[in-house]
C-alpha cells in the first residue's frame, strides 16, 4: 500500500514569493493535515482538511492557505513568503474523524526562503 | 493550552544498554497520545497509540506506557539503527473529533556500537 506522498522534496523561493506544496494521502484516508518542522520548533500544526473542508487551523496566519481536492489530495500555499518560513511541511493523513486514529506522514518538502 | 514536554532532549547510549525516554503531558482531556521516531530528513515514521492508563504496547525493542500524567517509551537492548528522535504527541479529547497533534520537541536518541 502506498504511503503519503510529497512534492516537491525541495523548494528554494526568495522573500514575497509564493510556495505551493502538494500531497496525496494514503488510498481511503480523508483527512489532510500540514505541518511545519521549523529548527528548533518542532512540528507545529497548521492545516487540517476533511471531505474538502478545511476543519481548523493552527496559530499560523492567512497568508498560509490550502484546500483539499475531491480525490483528497491537498495542496498547501505560502504567500508573501518571509525567510522565518523555511522549514520542512509535512503532510500526514488519517481515515475518519473520530481523533482515535493515527496520523500517517510523507516525507515532507523542504522549503527554503532566500 | 495543551503542552507535551519530552525529557531528556538528547541521549546516548552503548549498544544494549537499555533506557527510558520521558513524554509529560498536559490537555483538558486524552483521546490518544502517539509515539513517532523520526529520521533526520524524513517525516515521522507512527510507532504506537495509546488510548488509556495502564495501556502497554510492544514492537520489537520498544515498549510504551501510559499513565494519567505521561507515557515512557522504553528500549530494551538497543541497537545503532534504533537511533533517530522519537517524538511524543497527544491529540485531546476536545472539539467531538480528530484535529491536529500536539507534538514535543522530541528525544534525539543515539546508539554506539
Known amino acids: 500500500e502506498a504511503g503519503v506522498t510529497q512534492s516537491p522534496t525541495h523548494l528554494i523561493k526568495t522573500r514575497g514569493q509564493q510556495a505551493t506544496l502538494r500531497c496525496s494521502p494514503i488510498?481511503?484516508?480523508?483527512?489532510v493535515y500540514w505541518y511545519q518542522q521549523a529548527l528548533g520548533l518542532g512540528l507545529q500544526f497548521l492545516l487540517w482538511?476533511?471531505?474538502?473542508?478545511?476543519?481548523n487551523r493552527g496559530n499560523f496566519p492567512p497568508r498560509f492557505s490550502g484546500r483539499q481536492f475531491p480525490n483528497y489530495s491537498s495542496e498547501l500555499n505560502v504567500n508573501a513568503l518571509e525567510l522565518e518560513d523555511s522549514a520542512l511541511y509535512l503532510c500526514?493523513?488519517?481515515?475518519?474523524?473520530?481523533?482515535?486514529?493515527?496520523?500517517?506522514f510523507g516525507p515532507g518538502t523542504r522549503l527554503t526562503v532566500l | 493550552e495543551d503542552q507535551v514536554t519530552q525529557s531528556p532532549e538528547a541521549l546516548r547510549l552503548q549498544e544494549g544498554e537499555s533506557s527510558s525516554l520521558n513524554c509529560s503531558y498536559t490537555?483538558?482531556?486524552?483521546?490518544?497520545l502517539f509515539w513517532y521516531r523520526q529520521d533526520p530528513g524524513k517525516g515521522p515514521e507512527f510507532l504506537f497509540t495509546?488510548?488509556?492508563a495502564g495501556e502497554e504496547k510492544e514492537k520489537e525493542r520498544l515498549k510504551a506506557t501510559l499513565t494519567k500524567k505521561e507515557s515512557f517509551l522504553h528500549i530494551t537492548a538497543p541497537k545503532p539503527e534504533d537511533s533517530a528522535t522519537y517524538l511524543c504527541?497527544?491529540?485531546?479529547?476536545?472539539?467531538?473529533?480528530?484535529?491536529?497533534?500536539?507534538f514535543g520537541k522530541g528525544t534525539h536518541l543515539i546508539i554506539q556500537p
Open positions: 488510498s481511503g484516508h480523508t483527512s
Open positions: 500526514a493523513s488519517s481515515w475518519g474523524t473520530s481523533g482515535y486514529n493515527e496520523q500517517f
Open positions: 495509546l488510548y488509556s
Open positions: 504527541a497527544v491529540q485531546p479529547d476536545s472539539g467531538g473529533g480528530a484535529d491536529g497533534l500536539t
Open positions: 482538511y476533511d471531505e474538502g473542508e478545511e476543519r
Open positions: 490537555v483538558s482531556g486524552l483521546r490518544g
